[in-house]
């Protein structure tokens, strides 16, 4: 909801309402022997089956005010947030919460434009940003402070349990690039320098013994920093004016790395080869072309099925696989089309890859679609 009162000032109102649902299910005897690593033996099952619920529910109410002052955008508001965490066993975590905060934009003509964004809340978390962007270079500054999610605190399942009380996670993170553009060339270095202070996390600690009943996944926060640098480079080169390369490739160094807490490819490639042109009098605009995305090898996060959430392992790689996708988008007049044949590779060579230990990535696969808007 919102009331202009002029350009200079206006009121607005923002109401949402969040709710997610996470059920889990299992017959246990049909599981594969030590499916599970621990069974709580406090909660009564009954029949046959496992069970663990959670519904978490949220309502936040923002009201404020913003406008424009020639050059000047600028915004402040005040926020209530109403949060309901309800666990099958656990029972339920209520709370409440109030944010008091306000944005910034300023163009610089030639210069480009320099925004901000502050954001405070009554229990001492944070929220500062601030980013400057022109046609030569791009830098941006965040520094925050937040709770850490209820799930990592507080959990109750017959194959799970924990009851925590983490520090807030607090995130330092610097980003700047560097641009060059011309008709034929588009060249952007960048580098990306982030600090996780009390970071937390889901460890895997292996069992003493097999037969022992205990929980081999648990949230963990870390006892020191993770300092992450990611140096980066952008480039598009246009030949022959119609075939275009794209390609993006960051190579990720961590300098820190308390507790094993971040897992990480050191190296990730996205490229793109394209024809891109428009026929018969601008009725026919075709994009075409192969996509090649890589990562190096790196000991992936593994699944744990029951909690629905990923944990730092140290014993499975996860190889490097060149994911090759083939495409082709056209639109004519009012309809569009695409096909897109995933993962080439795999066609040939009759191999595939793994996203994480035993899950396997995109199969070779074809998909279409299409898109006709009938009006004139």
Not at 79 to 101: C, I, P, S
Not at 138 to 161: D, F, M, W
């Amino acid at each position: 909801q919102q009331y202009e009162i002029g350009k200079a000032l206006q009121l607005y109102n923002t109401f949402d309402r969040y709710r997610q649902g996470t059920e889990f299910t299992d017959i246990p005897a049909n599981a594969p022997t030590d499916y599970y690593d621990y069974t709580d033996s406090t909660i009564l099952v009954m029949g046959d089956t496992t069970q663990g619920l959670t519904k978490f529910r949220t309502i936040r109410d923002e009201v404020g005010f913003k406008g424009n002052l020639l050059k000047l955008f600028y915004q402040g508001y005040y926020a209530a947030r109403w949060y309901n965490n309800e666990n099958l066993y656990a029972g339920t975590v209520k709370g409440f919460e109030h944010y008091l905060g306000g944005r910034m934009s300023l163009r610089l003509d030639s210069l480009g434009e320099l925004s901000a964004w502050l954001e405070v809340q009554n229990n001492g978390n944070f929220r500062i940003e601030g980013e400057l962007k022109s046609k030569w270079f791009e830098a941006s500054l965040k520094q925050l402070q937040y709770s850490v999610p209820i799930v990592y605190q507080t959990y109750k399942g017959l194959h799970n349990r924990w009851e925590n009380d983490f520090n807030p996670i607090n995130v330092t993170q610097l980003n700047g690039y560097l641009h060059y553009n011309s008709p034929v060339l588009s060249l952007s270095p960048g580098l990306t320098f982030t600090r996780l202070g009390n970071y937390v996390f889901m460890k895997y600690y292996p069992k003493e013994s097999e037969s022992a009943n205990v929980q081999t996944m648990l949230p963990t926060q870390s006892s020191g920093e993770q300092v992450i640098a990611s140096p980066e480079l952008k480039f598009s080169l246009t030949m022959l004016r119609h075939v275009h390369l794209r390609t993006d490739i960051i190579y990720t160094k961590l300098l820190v790395s308390n507790d094993d807490a971040i897992q990480i490819p050191e190296l990730f490639v996205n490229t793109q080869l394209s024809y891109e042109n428009i026929h018969f009098n601008d009725n026919l605009d075709i994009h075409t072309g192969l996509e090649i995305h890589y990562q190096s090898d790196y000991n992936a996060l593994a699944y744990d099925v029951p909690m629905q959430l990923y944990y730092v392992q140290n014993t499975d790689v996860v190889k490097g696989f060149p994911l090759i996708d083939v495409f082709v988008s056209a639109r004519i007049k009012r309809g569009k089309i695409f096909f897109k044949y995933n993962n080439i590779v795999q066609a040939f060579t009759k191999e595939g890859y793994f996203l994480t230990p035993e899950y396997p990535g995109q199969r070779n696969i074809l998909d279409f679609g299409f898109d006709w808007s009938f009006y004139d």
